[in-house]
């Protein structure tokens, strides 16, 4: 177990430009989440996956926001045309099937919009 | 709209001494609750999942408890280490077959030698 590994972990971009950024869960896991936290705040959903199914999206998720999850392993979140506003801690959890099961975390991915 | 709190927001003390922190919910038509501990800069731990049918988990000298109708759940830290300090947060998961997590904003502790 190696844990939800998410990369990168810093990215600095421009207004305006495209980011993706990936995440790994854990390998056994068939439920992954999506969620952003800015400074002081905890995190906010954004989106969820079971396999390979978008299940869930928050209303944060505008259209410039995508989400994918190819093959129900890995999964990459798209942000279009970003704007200032998105800077934030972009963070990927997963966890197994059983409803009593805990989420786990990744380590994030800060955003930066200058 | 299921609207989670935290109270102290900030919370200083010395080692050793134990320590309760706070949870509130609105809405009690919750199916777990979850207590996870954030170190600056990085992802959350889990530390214990209570589920809506239970009262209290226990790991090591951490001890959660939930009151589900009364919309509160407290973590109880005995004899904190400074290796302890880190920011607290609790999350609410709705009984309504949706996945999300609603979290609080957090205690952020500072236990100090």
């Known amino acids: 177990d190696t844990g939800v590994s998410q990369d990168p972990r810093h990215k600095i971009t421009k207004r305006g430009q495209n980011v993706t950024f990936r995440c790994d869960p854990i390998s056994e896991h068939n439920r992954l989440y999506w969620y952003r936290q800015t400074l002081g705040q905890g995190p906010e959903f954004l989106t969820y996956?079971?396999?390979?199914?978008?299940?869930?999206k928050s209303r944060l998720l505008s259209d410039r926001f995508s989400a994918e999850r190819p093959k129900g392993s890995f999964s990459t979140l798209e942000i279009q045309r970003t704007e200032q506003g998105d800077s934030a801690m972009y963070l990927c959890?997963?966890?197994?099937?059983?409803?009593?099961?805990?989420?786990?975390f990744g380590n994030g991915t800060r955003l930066t919009v200058t | 709209k299921q609207e989670v709190t935290q109270i102290p927001a900030a919370l200083s003390v010395p080692e050793g001494e134990n320590l309760v922190l706070n949870c509130s919910f609105t809405?009690?038509?919750?199916?777990?609750l979850q207590w996870f501990r954030q170190d600056p800069g990085k992802g959350l731990t889990s530390l214990l999942l209570?589920?809506?049918?239970?009262r209290e988990q226990t790991s090591g000298r951490l001890n959660a408890s939930l009151d589900k109708s009364s919309g509160r759940s407290t973590l109880y830290i005995a004899a904190s280490q400074p290796g302890d300090s880190a920011t607290y947060l609790c999350?609410?998961?709705?009984?309504?077959?949706?996945?999300?997590?609603?979290f609080g904003t957090g205690t952020r502790l500072l236990v100090s030698p």
């Open positions: 999350a609410v998961r709705m009984n309504t077959g949706f996945q999300k997590l609603v």
């Open positions: 809405d009690s038509a919750i199916y777990n």
């Open positions: 209570i589920q809506s049918s239970q």
């Open positions: 959890a997963s966890r197994e099937t059983t409803g009593t099961s805990p989420l786990h």
């Open positions: 996956f079971q396999n390979e199914a978008q299940l869930e």
